[in-house]
């Protein structure tokens, strides 16, 4: 970790998290100093939020690689690595002299253009300033001296956390480091991965002491509640759970500190899953205590279970409004992101031929991610008995599409553009017509970046309210936050963690299930596979959880860290996507499968590939410092 400056740096203006806030300049350029910081209670607020300023952007193709690089979203083969830094994880030129993810350090040499970079260690520094100092702010309000301390201790937590998934064991920061200190204060060597998650844990479990159940005034959604704080817990807790921390002596059996500390304990350890599930119980008990809830309630009908489903990412009519806010427990609200989004996955309206302009349809979900979705019956294709038996890449006589495309899931039609299919734009519904020639095809010219490459489009973040005016070259964009965490993430781990701890599913996990299930229209996870010949066991059970996660999460970057800590990225990341025939103009020339085409040859080496590598000049600084295992 590299030296932190004690001197306190302005901090720009800029709209990051908050829906409705900034991050202000917390004293005026080149004079600050904590009495000016801590005068008033209105500038130690803006101190407190510029504390968030360091969080990734994790919903924007072009930055950090969790929405583009876990195989259920990505981007057109044509974009180079200088522009979509997730190919640089798919294709190993990750390495500890040259990364796209100046997280640890922002002190190599040099770095490849584009570089995504975000001061963690400044923003954890920022953090206990504030716990140092907050309390003598003269005629601060108590409440909010409160709220200001647990925002504080939840971001401390948080940021070692955002270091922990992407490097593993990292050097907990325990205390704002003075200018003053020593070499030997500073160059501490990496804790171990059971030391860092009880820290962050702790810091959690006092933030939520601290923090309000909801914030009181409008403009603060989206500032840490106690709800967050719980929620990252119960996250932490299931991911320290997995097999890839826990036990994992394939991997980690010589990761050790130069004193020979191993940094991973190498027996499974099955209590965790009970802490883990212990952890999402508590958090789940205080969301529904203090009136969070899935967005649309339960149905039995498809179309409200579809709209229910999409809404709760869009917002009614494209906007955001409180009922989302009761199902999301933190985002990232910033519409410039979020209408740069749009522009890149909406299908290309109001033109036969390629443009740059309007609607450009390049970024996708994949054939795993397509093919994962559940039928009507909320069974996977090849249980269902209504479809084992059929091929889902056949058009069935009289039909425009393939079978695939029919009698799925709610979720798949909120979420999945399809030619011949419905997909809410441009003010209404209009059905895609993705064959070559026709508006939304590829053209199949090399040099036009923006188009599909496989022939889906993503629904699940466009609304109706999305459109472009050809005369006026303006878009209008929904309005929205995209979630960090949502509470159906909570009922998702305690139902994984209980599987895993008892070996079944216990009446309170499929409760939980049920509840995600009957918010889109699908029927209750028992009664499904009642038609399946009854739920499964074993390995086929913790197969089907990991979908319902998978399907809940689709594009919304989970799956990049699930498929690590379940220890199969190695396997998921090294599979091949398919695409239709882009050049076909009939329906069978069209749905004929082939390889998806990409811009590189895919690379994930184990143990390499499950982390970044930690910085050369990080470790040459720090001789305490091991680097991680294969690079």
Not at 104 to 114: I, L, Q, R, V
Not at 153 to 158: K, N, R, S, T
Request: include cysteine; glycine fraction near 6%; proline fraction near 5%.
């Amino acid at each position: 970790m590299r030296r932190i400056c004690n001197k306190l740096l302005a901090i720009a203006a800029v709209s990051v998290l908050c829906a409705s806030c900034d991050f202000l300049d917390v004293v005026p350029q080149s004079s600050a100093t904590i009495d000016d910081i801590y005068k008033t209670q209105n500038k130690a607020e803006q101190m407190v939020l510029s504390c968030y300023k360091e969080i990734p952007n994790y919903f924007h193709p072009q930055a950090f690689p969790d929405w583009t690089a876990g195989n259920d979203f990505v981007t057109g083969w044509y974009g180079s690595v200088r522009w979509f830094h997730f190919k640089s994880l798919l294709y190993g030129l990750e390495s500890p002299t040259s990364t796209y993810y100046s997280l640890w350090s922002n002190t190599a040499a040099s770095y490849p253009t584009g570089v995504q970079q975000k001061s963690v260690w400044e923003g954890i520094r920022y953090c206990y300033n504030v716990l140092n100092n907050i309390d003598r702010v003269p005629n601060i309000d108590p409440k909010k001296l409160n709220y200001y301390k647990g925002e504080a201790l939840f971001l401390i937590g948080y940021y070692h956390q955002i270091m922990l998934e992407y490097y593993g064991p990292v050097v907990i920061v325990d205390k704002e480091i003075p200018m003053s200190s020593s070499p030997a204060e500073m160059n501490v060597p990496r804790s171990t991965y059971d030391q860092c998650v009880d820290f962050i844990s702790n810091k959690y479990t006092e933030a939520a002491t601290y923090l309000p159940a909801r914030w009181p005034e409008t403009g603060n959604y989206n500032r840490a509640t106690a709800a967050t704080a719980l929620a990252y817990k119960a996250r932490l807790l299931l991911y320290a759970a997995s097999p890839l921390v826990n036990g994992n002596s394939e991997y980690y059996a010589n990761f050790k500190n130069p004193d020979g500390t191993p940094l991973m304990n190498l027996t499974y350890d099955r209590e965790k899953w009970k802490k883990a599930m212990d952890s999402a119980k508590e958090a789940i008990d205080f969301c529904e205590k203090n009136g969070y809830k899935l967005y649309g309630g339960s149905t039995s009908d498809p179309k409200v279970g579809k709209d229910n489903y999409h809404e709760a990412f869009t917002g009614p009519s494209g906007k955001f409004n409180l009922e989302n806010w009761n199902e999301t427990l933190f985002g990232y609200a910033d519409q410039g992101t979020a209408s740069y989004n749009i522009k890149n996955m909406g299908p290309r309206v109001g033109i036969n031929q390629y443009s740059g302009e309007g609607f450009r349809g390049y970024l996708i979900p994949t054939s795993d991610c397509i093919n994962r979705y559940y039928t009507k019956n909320g069974l996977p294709w090849a249980d269902d008995p209504e479809t084992k038996n059929l091929d889902p890449y056949e058009i069935a006589p009289g039909d425009s599409t393939v079978r695939l495309h029919r009698n799925r899931e709610p979720r798949f039609y909120a979420s999945i553009g399809f030619d011949r299919g419905e997909y809410e734009i441009q003010g209404g519904t209009r059905i895609l017509h993705c064959r070559r020639g026709e508006e939304q095809q590829n053209d199949g010219d090399v040099s036009h970046e923006y188009q599909s490459d496989n022939g889906y489009f993503c629904q699940k973040w466009v609304s109706k309210a999305d459109s472009y005016d050809w005369n006026s070259k303006a878009y209008t964009n929904s309005t929205y936050a995209f979630p960090f965490m949502r509470l159906a993430e909570i009922y998702l781990s305690y139902a994984e963690a209980d599987f895993e701890y008892n070996g079944t599913l216990s009446p309170t996990s499929l409760s939980y299930l049920n509840k995600i299930r009957q918010r889109c229209g699908l029927p209750n996870f028992e009664d499904s596979w009642a038609m399946a010949g009854g739920i499964p066991t074993g390995e086929k059970l913790r197969e089907v959880l990991h979908d319902e996660r998978s399907i809940e999460f689709a594009m919304e970057g989970r799956r990049f860290h699930d498929i690590r800590r379940w220890k199969i990225a190695d396997k998921e990341m090294m599979r091949k996507q398919t695409a239709w025939n882009l050049e076909g103009r009939t329906a069978e020339e069209f749905y004929q499968l082939g390889e998806m085409r990409e811009s590189g040859t895919r690379v994930f080496d184990v143990p390499k590939s499950y982390w970044l590598a930690i910085p050369l000049d990080q470790i040459q600084i720090n001789s305490n410092l091991v680097q991680n295992p294969g690079y």
